[in-house]
């Protein structure tokens, strides 16, 4: 992303999620009944309550409740992807996380695809990218999309040492953070799935954009993966709002409403802020607007799917070598989690949400959550 009006340098924010795995509610669930199973009789009552309490404190915490912040499942995936190496487009590191991320997805979404295409640069070069696209419920006319990039930048124009400059960046929070919470966020929608669609979109060649000599930002081939989805998407799709996840990992996270966001989609922007203030996250999700920013949710805004972006924009690593997965906070991810968990189930839920953008009309028969009904 980029700083508008600003050109490119100065330092951004980053962010990533995490989530209490399924695996780690069920886990008590033996244990209850093995206990109920050697109580005496008269304590029957309590141990069903008991359990009762207990199963519904996990159901909570499946969608995002205040126990979900641990993001250690997402902190993990950003290593993962960061082990790979730098995801520069052309290099095999991209393509081996690409095949994992694809793999990863195809064991939770209903359907997965690869969306492969080229793009000549400003420069002349030819890049092979590809954009990911993953679907639950894909026969809901309701939808939610969530986005993300997943390559990472081809230099680190910003480190301090000039010598590290035309150097790759590692990309933990400038690329992987964002990942990292979409793929949590998919293992969460596969155990309970939430009554309305969500589709997964993992961009690539955001971060392209460079200066072979000085390493400058070159906004001209920046967001090619989010440009090439905006002149091809088709107009039947429209999502009722999007979100994008960029830089959501820092460990001293501070999402302010991010100015584009505010322009474009300020209804969105206002429910998933009001969420965050809900599941007590105000402290992160700060109630102020920020700078505004270039980056993949412009060209969606510019063909009418209304998309915020969750960015802190004061990540002092940002397009360093220094961007790793030290840098990175686990509970920062799984907050980032919780949130967009939560602004999908409430979009399930129902239709009480601000009036509909102009010109936006919910598919017929269906009260979508930002329609009037
Ligand atoms: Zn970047």
Redesign the pocket.
Known sequence: ?IIAHLAAFAPQASCGVGFSHASETFVAKPTIWTMLTRLPAWSGLFAVLSLALLLLSACGEEIGGAGAVDGGVAMGLVERQVAFGPRVPGTEAHAAALEWMTAYLRERADTVEQRPFTWVTTRGDTLALTNVWASFSPESPSRVLLLAHWDS?PVAEMSSDSADRGRPVPGAN?GASGVAVLLAVADALAEDPPGIGVDLLLTDGE?WGHDPVTYATEVQDMFLGARRFAATRGGSYRPLFAILLDLVGDRDPHFPMEGNSVRYAPEVVRRVWETAADLGHSDVFVSRQGRAINDDHVPLNEIGIRTIDVIDFDYPYW?TVEDTPDKVSARTLGIVREVVLETIRRHAGGPSGPPPPPGFSPPAGRRGPLGRG
């Open positions: 992303m930048r400038d971060d397009h």
